[in-house]
């Protein structure tokens, strides 16, 4: 399997090459370079896999002679063994029509822990097999650095440094960064947006000779193996559901800001899985949803919500979805991420919008609406929401059509979100891993947003080990005083 790039501007890559080139280098986004077609037969014969086996068989796909299988298989059932369901997502049925596809049994309690225990283990296994240091940089709204520092938290080879936009993150998330004290570990709050901290990430990777300087890797889902580790779980959850309800129509709701998880589930179908509808939940930063509905893709003003991982304005995956959506039309993306980057938005013609509309339902869920339907979910059916899954289910509410089943995806557990959870007039268990966080000292930097400012940081964070040494002091000089919980 080969990888090219959404804009066209670089030759055909392998499989260990994209894992390692991130964002492509020009300024596009990698997709394979063809996308594997799953026959009805192969379909019925990996109904009744484990979720392991079912992630083996359809990673596979995708690494081709890049990785061993047997290597393969032994990197997934380590970073499936630290999840605590047997099942690594399992399936709840909430009511006869709507599932949740629960995605929070990982060390984090997020979603983001079923591809990065992946790739974390995945940028270990190169660093050993190629002797090489493996630098990694990210931006988080709040639980993709968490997840990203579990990964590769005191693996040999490998740094971290994650970006966040300073006090945009719920006090969990927060915690589970900034608790971290492993030497290959930094923190940089920005003072900005997640949109600010995504926008200091590309120019860095779009800088060439920085990048390759520090040979800088990606653990955002600018990173295909993101995408790739997370089309398991719509397989297995329609596999489960299919089960239960033969011959039924199964759709998706998926709570997104970054499009990476819905993008996940597109390309799933488009492999041949037999879904339905796919829906498309926001909160009230809804660029995505204006683009479906009204064919015009513009940021509008941040509104900071209950459901923070969502507060985005510019999704990175979108440009994947253009690239299909144009028939991998690679040198018309690039004119319209030009046209984007010129004029601050871009738009499809009437046409182009219903092919997008086919693709896509979309909702946006207010504040209000996201604290209701937790509080009534809870009251009807003794379930307690996450705010991202309240925006998922309330979508589905809205948007399903009569005689469909739809699977919710439930991407944290409520414990992460405790301000919210209070504010819908409930009391919640806390989990004593996350309850644990509220007595540790903290450690992390905090920097201005931009570029400049966060490449100093990495100069000498990435350098020399006497610098990175040097740094570790310079920020436990700055430690927080332990909080109470």
């Known amino acids: 399997m080969k990888y090219v790039s959404t804009r066209g501007g670089i030759a055909p890559v392998g499989f260990t090459e994209a894992v390692l080139m991130g964002l492509a280098d020009d300024g596009g986004l990698l997709v394979p370079e063809h996308l594997p077609q799953l026959s009805d037969e192969t379909l019925e014969a990996w109904r009744g896999l484990s979720y392991q086996n079912l992630t083996l068989e359809l990673f596979s796909l995708f690494t081709g002679d890049g990785l061993p299988r047997a290597d393969l298989k032994a990197l997934i059932d380590e970073s499936y063994a630290t999840f605590r369901h047997p099942e690594v997502t399992p399936v709840r049925r909430l009511t006869d029509d709507l599932y949740l596809l629960e995605l929070f049994h990982g060390p984090t309690f997020a979603f983001k822990d079923v591809a990065l225990q992946l790739l974390g283990n995945l940028y270990s296994y190169i660093s050993q097999q190629t002797g090489s240091v493996i630098h990694i940089l990210g931006a988080t709204s709040g639980d993709t650095g968490a997840a990203a520092i579990a990964g590769v938290s005191g693996k040999a080879g490998v740094k971290i440094c994650i970006l966040y936009p300073e006090g945009k993150v719920s006090r969990v998330q927060q915690l589970q960064m900034t608790t971290n004290h492993d030497q290959n570990v930094l923190n940089l709050a920005i003072d900005g947006t997640f949109d600010d901290a995504q926008r200091i990430i590309k120019e860095l990777f779009g800088d060439l000779a920085f990048k390759g300087r520090y040979h800088l890797r990606a653990i955002n889902s600018i990173n295909i193996v993101r995408i790739l580790a997370q089309i398991t779980y719509y397989f297995y959850a329609y596999f489960r559901v299919a089960e239960q309800n033969p011959g039924a129509k199964i759709a998706f709701s998926v709570p997104t800001g970054n499009f990476g998880d819905l993008f996940a589930g597109y390309l799933a179908r488009r492999m041949g899985l037999p879904v339905g509808r796919l829906m498309l939940a926001t909160n009230e930063n809804d660029i995505l949803v204006r683009f479906v509905q009204g064919g015009e893709y513009r940021p509008a003003a941040f ?130 891993q996350i309850e644990a966080l509220f007595g540790l000292p903290q450690r992390e930097q905090r920097a201005p947003a931009t570029g400049e400012a966060i490449a100093e940081r990495l100069t000498v964070f990435f350098g020399a080990a006497s610098d990175a040494a040097q740094l570790h002091e310079e920020v436990l000089e700055g430690e927080r005083d332990p909080v109470s919980g």
Not at 369 to 374: A, G, K, R, Y
């Open 303 to 432: 509104r900071g919500t209950y459901s923070p991982s969502m507060d985005i304005q510019v999704a990175s995956n979108f440009e994947r979805y253009l690239y299909y959506l144009y028939g991998e039309d690679a040198i018309r993306v690039r004119g319209l991420m030009d046209k984007f980057r010129a004029n601050g938005f871009l738009s499809v013609p009437s046409a182009d919008q219903e092919r997008v509309q086919a693709d896509f339902a979309a909702q946006s869920v207010p504040n209000q609406v996201c604290l209701d339907t937790i509080g009534q979910t809870y009251s009807e059916a003794r379930y307690l929401l996450d705010p991202h899954t309240a925006c998922g289910v309330a979508a589905a509410q809205t948007l399903a059509a009569p005689g469909e089943i739809t699977i919710a995806l439930a991407t944290a557990h409520p414990a992460k979100f405790g301000e919210a959870i209070a504010l819908a007039g409930l009391e919640q268990t806390v989990p004593a």
